[in-house]
């Protein structure tokens, strides 16, 4: 959209829904990234796509649609095929004599409205919704008129007495499975994968038991199960699957790692595939790497204003370490790939280390670790120094050589960035120190450590007041003056959410900052628990008590904290 901040913009700011500073981000972060001024307004979270449309369709004097207060008939979704609607992010809403009226999400595009024109051969009226929600009613409207989804399909399947004979223990080769009966398979492995995409999925899940196949979508953290497939279709979906990412289809007793690259709608997708063998046959999960998942700022990570504004000055120090710590799925990539995002510049050589390289940044070196042949982190390392980086992120510090090599280069006048597998940001440099490096090196590269978790965010379509039982918020640690300016929400539950309460996750933080006072703890070994409590003296957050502060703002519930983060005697919330 080829808008500039003088259009929609000034609507937005005499609304009182942004301000004029942070048009100027949006505008900034726009050209950085080459993208729209709206979606850069959305993601910073300084709007909504309800009210940036609203704004556009005030601006060009057009309608705005609320699709999800919106009837559609079915006779008129009937007029536009579902491969039209998709391709074009277009949806039907009303017909007359000779015309009919269409969603669409820029007023811009003037192609898919003469294309629409031709294709339907009708006059074609267009309103504004914003595309997120347009493309979420093509899937509810056009499910219910001609869509397939992967439980259907497994339905088919289950109906039908095709035989998959399984491949796992028979003669049958895996190829004559394939050429045979491949359609059904094909379409349902490529129908699980769009499924997975449509609900935002971070991974596929395919485990085989005795007596069935159990397929599980991790969305927003959480394995939700899908419907299972006739246990005879182990092997051919294995090897439909191995096909699609290049592995050996006869190896079943090694595990194997693969790729997948695919396209879903508009997006383009990595799938990283792992293949491991199992009691009752190979098991598979794929990851789902989406490349729109990283091009987040800081600013969208969750960081409070203080914390916000300590590790913007923390990542334009000249040199030392900052540890990202937490547990496998906790965020750690997205927030280390946004702090080289907002780093890299063209007066700046950035180095990357990583098992495996997951996102491929432009304009950054990654070098993947590779144990075949001898490349690992501290030989990678070493060999980066020579190319005078000025800044270097290191996967994982695993060991002592590598975290040995990691502080040299911090010394050496190199920002570094790497992470730990830590309960806490306090844990990190005693775990440093039973690695094998000595306290004082420790004391004088480690900047800062930051840990995180994960929470999921209330939905917003069906996010309801609520007040904690008295006990909930006693055990919590919120007093009834907090509870009384709190603004608890949960959700109730709707088809945005498909049905959770949730809709996205958030990260909560605790930030350790090396100080003078916490150097001379680690220099003279003192345990993480001392160090803790000089850093929370000192103004740390801690993970808990920044989780509470966000369900009582609304953003996360209290239960959402309490399953990822522990209270302890240190934990004082302070609002």
Request: glycine residues 8%; aromatic residues 6%; hydrophobic residues 40%.
């Given at each position: 959209m080829a808008t500039s901040k003088d259009d929609f913009g000034k609507i937005l700011i005499r609304k009182g829904i942004i301000s004029r500073d942070q048009l100027n981000e949006a505008e900034q972060m726009s050209r950085e990234q080459n993208a729209n001024v709206s979606d850069c307004l959305v993601k910073l979270g300084y709007a909504t796509g309800d009210e940036v449309m609203r704004a556009m369709a005030e601006f060009h004097h057009m309608e705005f649609v609320d699709l999800s207060e919106f009837k559609i008939p079915e006779d008129v979704i009937e007029l536009v095929p579902e491969s039209v609607a998709r391709e074009n992010a277009a949806l039907p809403l009303a017909k007359e004599e000779d015309s009919l009226r269409v969603a669409v999400s820029d007023p811009f595009d003037i192609e898919t409205i003469e294309k629409l024109r031709f294709i339907l051969n009708r006059k074609v009226e267009t309103a504004l919704a914003p595309r997120e929600s347009i493309l979420e009613a093509i899937n509810r409207y056009y499910g219910q008129v001609e869509g397939e989804s992967a439980d259907s399909m497994l339905q088919e399947f289950t109906d039908t007495a095709i035989d998959f004979t399984e491949t796992e223990d028979s003669d049958t080769t895996t190829s004559d499975i394939v050429d045979e009966n491949s359609a059904p398979v094909v379409r349902l492995v490529h129908v699980m994968i769009q499924e997975a995409v449509q609900l935002r999925a971070s991974d596929i899940h395919i485990e085989p038991f005795e007596d069935r196949i159990r397929i599980r979508y991790r969305i927003d953290g959480v394995l939700i199960e899908r419907d299972s497939p006739p246990r005879r279709l182990l092997g051919a979906i294995l090897s439909r699957i191995k096909i699609l990412a290049s592995l050996d289809i006869a190896e079943r007793r090694r595990p194997q790692d693969g790729r997948i690259k695919v396209t879903v709608g508009e997006k383009e997708l990595d799938l990283r595939v792992s293949v491991i063998p199992t009691n009752h046959g190979q098991s598979i999960v794929m990851r789902l790497l989406d490349k729109d998942s990283i091009k987040v700022g800081i600013r969208q990570l969750g960081l409070s204003e203080q914390d916000f504004s300590s590790f913007q000055a923390l990542i334009r120090r000249p040199n030392g370490i900052i540890l990202v710590t937490g547990p496998t799925g906790s965020g750690k990539t997205t927030t280390l790939y946004a702090a080289l995002n907002s780093l890299n510049r063209p007066d700046r050589k950035i180095i990357t280390a990583e098992d495996p390289v997951e996102y491929y940044l432009a304009g950054i070196n990654q070098v993947e670790v590779k144990h075949s042949i001898g490349l690992d982190f501290?030989?990678?390392?070493?060999?980066?120094?020579?190319?005078?980086?000025?800044?270097?992120?290191?996967?994982?510090?695993?060991?002592?050589?590598?975290?040995?090599?990691?502080?040299?280069?911090?010394?050496?006048?190199?920002?570094?960035?790497?992470?730990?597998?830590?309960?806490?940001?306090?844990?990190?440099?005693?775990?440093?120190?039973?690695?094998?490096?000595?306290?004082?090196?420790?004391?004088?590269s480690v900047?800062?450590?930051?840990?995180?978790?994960?929470?999921?965010?209330?939905?917003?379509?069906?996010?309801?007041?609520?007040?904690?039982?008295?006990?909930?918020?006693?055990?919590?640690?919120?007093?009834?003056?907090?509870?009384?300016?709190?603004?608890?929400?949960?959700?109730?539950?709707?088809?945005?959410?498909?049905?959770?309460?949730?809709?996205?996750?958030?990260?909560?933080?605790?930030?350790?900052?090396?100080?003078?006072?916490?150097?001379?703890?680690?220099?003279?070994?003192?345990?993480?628990?001392?160090?803790?409590?000089?850093?929370?003296?000192?103004?740390?957050?801690?993970?808990?008590?920044?989780?509470?502060?966000?369900?009582?703002?609304?953003?996360?519930t209290l239960e959402e904290v309490y399953r990822v983060a522990k209270r302890t005697e240190q934990d004082v919330v302070v609002v």
């Open positions: 501290a030989r990678i390392i070493r060999s980066m120094l020579r190319q005078a980086p000025n800044i270097i992120l290191v996967g994982e510090m695993r060991d002592s050589e590598t975290a040995s090599m990691g502080i040299q280069a911090s010394l050496t006048g190199h920002l570094v960035f790497s992470t730990l597998h830590t309960n806490d940001a306090p844990s990190a440099v005693t775990r440093m120190v039973d690695m094998g490096v000595p306290g004082y090196l420790v004391a004088s900047i800062a450590v930051l840990a995180q978790r994960l929470v999921r965010v209330v939905c917003n379509r069906c996010k309801q007041s609520y007040m904690p039982p008295e006990t909930m918020l006693a055990d919590a640690g919120i007093t009834p003056e907090m509870a009384r300016n709190a603004s608890f929400a949960r959700g109730k539950g709707c088809s945005y959410c498909q049905k959770k309460g949730y809709r996205g996750r958030l990260a909560i933080f605790e930030i350790m900052l090396c100080t003078s006072k916490i150097r001379e703890l680690i220099f003279s070994g003192a345990t993480s628990t001392e160090i803790r409590t000089e850093a929370i003296r000192q103004g740390m957050s801690t993970l808990y008590v920044d989780g509470i502060r966000k369900a009582l703002s609304g953003v996360t």
